[in-house]
């Protein structure tokens, strides 16, 4: 059965998709944005791992666990993300808003998919409407981040704090 294997189904998808329609003369430009993207989720995954306080995890037989999961999703689909958003994301507002709101719509209902499947699973208040919302405001950010690197950076430390309190992750007490 395909479904165990989703994950590495999604992320090859990824990989054709960045290879074919990614910036790739222009991949130096995007390269700052890249780290940005796979810093920030690396530093979630270490922060919520450390505290035993995951607000999601994946499931899946291969990659069997949420750490190789989550490493395929950093070094294969963000970089193929960032490849291919910021190509068409910085050519005026009206391509802007379509690719913007293209990526929340995709990423969200991936989400959707996995959870209902059973390859991801929310903890401690986390849910798919959170997902949204932080996918509307993540590929925002990214955007920023490419114009305005340190804008994009206080969005990103405002908003990590705004999670650790609204979802009362215990960074304090360990």
Do not use: C
């Not at 005026?92 to 989400?111: C, M, T």
């Amino acid at each position: 059965m395909l479904i165990p294997y989703l994950h590495i189904v999604y992320n090859i998808s990824f990989f054709v998709a960045g290879w074919m329609f990614g910036d790739w003369k222009n991949w130096r430009r995007y390269y700052p944005t890249i780290l940005f993207f796979i810093t920030g989720d690396l530093t979630y995954n270490f922060v919520t791992s450390f505290l035993n306080y995951p607000l999601w995890r994946y499931h899946g037989a291969i990659p069997p666990n949420h750490l190789l999961i989550n490493l395929l999703i950093d070094f294969v689909a963000y970089p193929a993300t960032i490849l291919i958003y910021l190509k068409y994301a910085v050519r005026g507002w009206k391509q802007f808003a379509f690719h913007y709101f293209l990526w929340v719509f995709l990423y969200s209902i991936i989400e959707f998919i996995n959870l209902n499947l059973g390859l991801i699973s929310h903890h401690h208040g986390w849910n798919i409407w959170a997902s949204i919302l932080n996918n509307l405001i993540m590929f925002l950010t990214l955007r920023i981040h490419y114009s305005y690197p340190l804008l994009g950076w206080l969005i990103f430390f405002i908003l990590k704090i705004a999670i650790i309190f609204i979802f009362a992750i215990p960074v304090l007490s360990k």
